[in-house]
């Protein structure tokens, strides 16, 4: 089982970098690094290369709509050849506040246009012809009536190191589910429930695998939460790290009626915590809804515990099909924390 982690993305390159340098030694695969509305991610994703050897850097996520697909698709292949073929393409919708209100662009249409910018990403890497898109969101070049007429088909101009860039999308609807088991390489879904995943999301993921071509290979699952090996006495508590990033995203990513994390909260069946933890959210108390967060999804969505209570949370991650266990390790200083990561890598072989 391969093992991934976030990486900050609020300022502090250098401290990141010094870390994710260490967990690579201790056997960290992956490295995600985040875009919402700070710094972005690929010149963090550029240090790292520069920084790194094995392991693989990848955004988590790119949001569709900041950049053009032609340009998502060009950075992908500049961070992969800098990295000498370890870049992963991160994509997600991120949501209408952050879209709308920070960068100024109609939120719509985020599963047609997934579709279309997974199409002309691996159009472009592939390099066989200038790239043509005739989509409902995009059109490639684009057509006379829409501007000057002066368009052209183009290729990129530098050979792209690999023409199949594996491509991980966010997603967590139904239809952007399905979607991401037809096409994508890897699926990141936030907030994963080990054990109630099948429930929410097996038909879904049925009927996107059914529509997969066969060369796409198997698809990753990561998933995954806080780490930390230990008396239940002495790590209990970490659990709780957890409570405020729920309550956020429960409670505050979004409107009432328009909020993903909250409707997957409801589908977990957590419908009436999912209620108090919004409306507490939403009136400002913030400490009191990050409280109201079930202790038992707590525990579920993280790996907290002695080492074999760890061992068996990997086998139910494992057994609701996640390939890639996504960890934040936590533990004093840099040397715990590749003791941690090198420990949790022998559990899950």
Known sequence: MKLSMQVGYSGGFAESV????????AGMDIVYVAEAYGYDAVSLMGYLAAKTSTV???SGIL???????????????????????RAILGLGASGPQVIEGFHGVPYDAPIGRTREIIQICRDVWERSAPVEHDGRYYQLPLPADKGTGLGKALKIITHPLRPDIPIH??????????????????WLPILFHPERAEGVWGEDLATGYAKRAPELGPMEVIAGGLLAIGPESEVAGFRDFSRAMVALYVGGMGARGKNFYNTLFTRYGYEAEAKEIQDL??????????AAVPADFLEKTSLCGDEGYVKDRIAEYKAAGVTVLNVTPIAKGLDAQKALVAKVKELSE
């Not at 010094?18 to 030694?25: F, I």
């Not at 966010?170 to 390489?185: C, D, I, M």
């Open 18 to 25: 010094a870390q994710v340098q260490g967990l690579e030694t």
């Open 56 to 58: 693989q850097i990848a």
């Open 63 to 85: 949001p569709i709509y900041t950049r053009t697909p032609t340009l998502i698709a060009m950075t992908a292949a500049g961070v992969d050849d800098l990295s000498e073929g």
């Open 169 to 186: 999308v966010a997603s967590l609807g139904p239809k952007n589910v399905q979607l991401t088991a037809e096409l994508a390489n890897g």
């Open 281 to 290: 959210y939403l009136d400002g108390k913030k400490a009191e809804a990050a």
